[in-house]
């Protein structure tokens, strides 16, 4: 393994920090032997074949070209699960796992119907369902390769999760959704302008379509969700949401306008407004 190690640090070195070629280097010895991080320090001295260096380099040469590691390995974590990470569905965040964690403290004690809306990757919906007893989750998502991918990624972690297809801006197709008790989304949020600060493996690579909204109507999702859970949330069923951290206090005002209650907006562990949550009183 030390020539694989060696290689890897000398051609990403420069292009990424020391801290992150490390973890890098595990997670690629994670794929390639299926290591755990005890297993990965105690075999250090084992010899890696030909076939093994090559893939090495195949992968080193496109993190080079930024392409995020969770689609060159095609899985990634999130809240201690496995996810399929492929090109056209957004990467999980860790923000987003703080967001379930607060769904599954605040939820235990009932059997939630739940849907989470644009779903991408279907890791929301997983989580809590793996997480929530009794819970039972749909989610939705308007691309075809996003709802391909959170019903596999539903499978993998052998729960059940049904996956729409719906357009939430433009509610096609007509779909009957049962009477629900929570509805969660980490809709897009990034706006026009808030690209030039964005990262190239980001920009380059995940799609656009889960990430940005126009300057103009930054909460435009967040507006037609709203609408949305008037109709279908159960009086007392709660709705929350990812948030852009420039927007905590225009999404509170927005929610307390569309007629909600018990707004409440919760900082990441960064000290960013990231969370809100609100009751359909
Ligand atoms: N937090 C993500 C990012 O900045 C954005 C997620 C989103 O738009 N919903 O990359």
């Not at 890098?24 to 084992?46: D, W």
């Not at 093994?52 to 060159?72: N, V």
């Not at 201690?80 to 967001?99: K, N």
Request: contains cysteine; charged residues 30%.
């Amino acid at each position: 393994m030390k020539a694989g190690i060696a290689s890897i640090r000398k051609e990403l070195a420069g292009i990424f920090s020391k801290e992150e070629i490390e973890s890098l280097i595990f997670l690629i010895f994670e794929r390639l032997k299926g290591y755990s991080r005890t297993e990965f320090l105690l075999a250090k001295e084992v010899k890696i074949s030909d076939e093994e260096l090559s893939e090495i380099k195949k992968i080193t040469s496109r993190l080079k070209k930024h392409e995020p590691i969770q689609y060159i390995l095609g899985e990634t974590e999130f809240y201690g699960l496995s996810f399929f990470s492929i090109p056209g569905v957004l990467i999980p965040r860790p923000e987003t796992e703080e967001l379930v964690q607060w769904i599954i403290q605040e939820n235990q004690l009932m059997a939630p119907g739940i849907l989470d809306v644009g779903t991408g990757t279907g890791c929301i919906a997983v989580s809590l369902r793996k997480n929530i007893q009794n819970a039972t989750v749909l989610a939705c998502d308007i691309s075809p390769v996003c709802i391909e991918t959170a019903r596999r990624n539903a499978e993998l972690n052998r729960t059940e999760v049904s996956v729409l297809n719906y357009d939430i801006l433009n509610n096609i197709p007509e779909v009957d959704f049962p009477e629900l008790d929570i509805i969660v989304s980490n809709p897009p949020y990034v706006r026009e302008t808030e690209k030039k600060r964005m990262d190239k493996n980001v920009l380059d690579f995940e799609p656009g379509l889960a990430l940005f909204v126009s300057d103009e109507t930054p909460l435009l999702f967040y507006e037609r969700i709203a609408d949305f859970a008037l109709i279908h949330l159960r009086k007392g069923g709660c709705l929350y949401f990812e948030i852009n951290e420039a927007f905590g206090p225009e999404c509170s005002v927005l929610m307390r306008q569309k007629g909600f209650g018990e707004v409440t907006l919760k900082k990441d562990i960064n000290g960013k407004d990231r969370m809100i949550r609100c009751k359909l009183l």
